[in-house]
């Protein structure tokens, strides 16, 4: 007795080591390539190291971070008439004038430029930051990411539904769905940006002007207003195939007597839809959902080959601070923000969903 | 109305919607293509023609110039070669490395197994922008050339998606092999060769394709890493930055024929092993 459970624990410390051995050429390239330089790049990041350069480091604290972060809301203070010391009006419009918005924020003992103005309660205010060009990168990620996930959701799961059905070349067209995915990025930016040729060599120039809307020289990549929805179509063309498959994968985990039941009782396509494929699908989604915000909150080569430094993302302002400003330590702070970001999401993630680790 | 006419009725929505959506998917790319096909002034005609015509005439015309021109550009036809080398090497790679860590987390029983199977989801997510320098210093100081360093670098995202996708196909056979080989004498290792691997061939199919696609579009690390050794650029760094010569503009037509070059391969792997490919992405976000 005493014997066999020494043997037998004897076979488990042997299964232990085995798994040590087996898991260490994993874990030691990963500390290699992701927990070594994660950690160096928290080091730089309390510096003002130069990139590529042998230039002295010096050790600066937290002045990285606060010159990133660093955002204040002024009230921008009306003009005065000198003579009158009345507020001045303008005499055609009627609207009140304002100093201006760059004079409102303070200078010392760092320099505040503008982010952007608005109004509330009939005052002028501006949100100035340190560096207007991080606070923007950050909005424009958010925005994007919330946008594009929305829509990619509402169409992935139109086309999962339509490749759920029943019909000839029901495969042809799954493989056919997954050529947008496929397709390298730097392809799909490069057809895109030429798509959006700000005249009618353009695309979407063309069929605007055919259908008698605009004058077929909308400046898509260069105009602010359009530059963000622009990256947002792009992006929900070529990740729409990819949340169809996760929300296909769920779809065929229903059984399919569930709808015949219900087909019984009378529900049509519809109420069958919201009523028992959506909550039935509803784990599906929130992993699609979570995977999908991850990828987009660190969407760089989009970014980076259509825009370039006309607009930036989280990930794009990064990579510009390191290779363009050669500034490692403030592009090290800037990736630590977006490491802390995106981990305080699939810690969530992680926390709300549980990993399985024994279910054999 | 009849149930056969409504019956009718559904299919034909059913397969207009179907036709909707394969324009909607295929359509950028078929501009590509059509583009790739005309030359320079065909190009620069408006309003774009949606396929390559004659400027004066309309008679349609096509161009193979751009592929011609494509074909004798010595950095595109280098970055084939590089791209091929860097993505089959991480595949094979990540592959062997993978499936010892995928047998480990899904077959064996030891101490901190949550822990291991934590940091390997964890890292499936991990921002690549947040180690793009520390990563650059340590390949520099080290004097690593850009081929190698690339190679290196993608199983950061490869190693773990393989590993993740492997246990959890590792995690589905049967125990009672395992334990059966073990009763039989044969060591775990000898197990794990001899019978879970063959087992588990299909699952290394499908990670091994989504880990060359992923290595074949990385354009983040590529771009950095070979910025000062140009004969090591890769596919997704010359299109997205095509060399052009001086006097012209950017040569859309050459970039798109480019791109549309560097894209066959994928469609190939695509349209062979759609069901694989499939089951490897759902594998690997939905079984979390």
Redo the contacts between chains.
Sequence with gaps: MANAKGQSSDLAKQEQRLAYWLLAPTFIILLAIAIYPLISVFGYSFTNATFASNKPTEFVGLDNYRNLLSMTIVQVPPLIDEATGQIQVDAETGEVQYESSVRALPREPVRFRVVTDFSLFGNKYVLGATDPAFIRAVWDTIVFGVSTVFLELVLGMMVALIVNANFKGRGFMRALILVPWVIPTAVSSQIWEYMFQPNRTGFFNTVLWYLGMGSGEIPFLSDPTWQLPAMIVIDVWKTTPFMALLLLAGLQLIPADIYEAADVDGAGPVRSFFQLTLPLLKGTIAVALVFRTLDALRVFDLFQIVLGQARYSMASFTYYELIQNRAMGYSSASSIMIFLVLSIFAIGYMRSLGVKSDDH | MTTKTKHRINRIL??A??IV??I???F??Y??LN?SFKTEGQ??????TFIPRAPVTGDISFTLKNYESVFSNQAFLRAIVNSTIVAVSVTVLALA??A??G???G?????G??S????????T??????????????I?TLGIPAIPSLI??Y??FS??FT?WVLTAFF?ELP?EIFQSA?VDGA???QT?YMIMLPLTAPALVTTGLLAF?GA??E??FA??FT?IQPDART???I??N?PSQATRQIP?GE??AA??V??IP??L???IF??R??AG??AG??K?
């Design positions: 059913l397969w919607l179907i959506m394969a909607w998917m295929l950028p790319f501009w590509a583009s190009l620069a005609m408006t309003p774009a490395v993978g010892f860590a047998f480990a987390l077959k064996l029983r030891y101490r197994k949550n291991t199977l934590y940091i390997i989801l964890a890292m997510m991990f921002p690549q922008i947040a180690v793009l320098s520390g990563l650059y210093t340590v520099t290196l670098t199983l950061l190693l773990p590993a995690r125990t073990q060591s775990p290792f794990f696609i074949w579009n354009y983040l771009l950095t910025s596919l997704p760094v299109i997205a095509f859309f970039i798109m791109g549309i560097s894209s994928l469609f792997l695509v349209f759609q069901r490919i499939v992405l759902t976000a939905v979390g």
